[in-house]
T-cell receptor
């Protein structure tokens, strides 16, 4: 079952604009991570935010986490054509028993037009 | 260089012919995992391993086997591949959190594109 769901599924913007992607999840989490994937290649870790954190920055990336709404957002400022990729959120949640499972959403395809 | 390697990168095979996709990491990570990625479905976890000789099913384990005899290697075995296993496969590894429950940054391999005819 998919824990994290990204929104929108696809986003197209002009270079220099900001891009915002959202992730919603269903159950309590320990942390939430964002990944980037260039077409057909492996995922690359962008940022991890823990459940007791509300906001985190890394370069042009800003991630927020609202545990009361079970949602997170990824903001990319001053986007560049090279930011064109798919972006995934990943959450770890308690599955059956005490095991924790890392679950990825289906992703947001971001296209930045030059 | 810290990395996760997968082999082969591309494979075309026929229904029923057993195959193994290898995965190796050089970062001394405890946690390793296999995912498959299909259009519109995102990444779905097949199997994962918390340490040597410790493996567990993910969301879509049917038709797959894994083993973890050494910390660095986590091969994915398809005993009798079928066309519905045509997909892009990723291996990933990471350190575990201090309580061995939280997942940290995952390092992904480059992917194996498998086609089963």
């Amino acid at each position: 079952s998919q824990q994290g769901e990204e929104d929108p599924q696809a986003l197209s913007i002009q270079e220099g604009e900001n891009a915002t992607m959202n992730c919603s999840y269903k159950t309590s989490i320990n942390n939430l991570q964002w990944y980037r994937q260039n077409s057909g290649r492996g995922l690359v870790h962008l940022i991890l935010i823990r459940s007791n954190e509300r906001e985190k920055h890394s370069g042009r990336l800003r991630v927020t986490l609202d545990t009361s709404k079970k949602s997170s957002s990824l903001l990319i400022t001053a986007s560049r054509a090279a930011d064109t990729a798919s972006y995934f959120c990943a959450t770890d949640a308690i599955s059956s028993g005490s095991a924790r499972q890392l679950t990825f959403g289906s992703g947001t395809q971001l296209t930045v037009l030059p | 260089e810290a990395q996760v390697t997968q082999n082969p990168r591309y494979l075309i095979t026929v229904t029923g012919k057993k195959l193994t996709v290898t995965c190796s990491q050089n970062m001394n990570h405890e946690y390793m995992s296999w995912y498959r990625q299909d259009p519109g479905l995102g990444l779905r976890q097949i199997y994962y391993s918390m340490n040597v000789e410790v493996t567990d099913k993910g969301d879509v384990p049917e038709g797959y086997k894994v083993s973890r005899k050494e910390k660095r290697n986590f091969p994915l075995i398809l005993e009798s591949p079928s066309p519905n296993q045509t997909s892009l496969y990723f291996c990933a590894s990471s350190l575990l959190g201090w309580n061995r429950l939280a997942y940290n940054e995952q390092f992904f391999g480059p992917g194996t594109r498998l086609t089963v005819l």
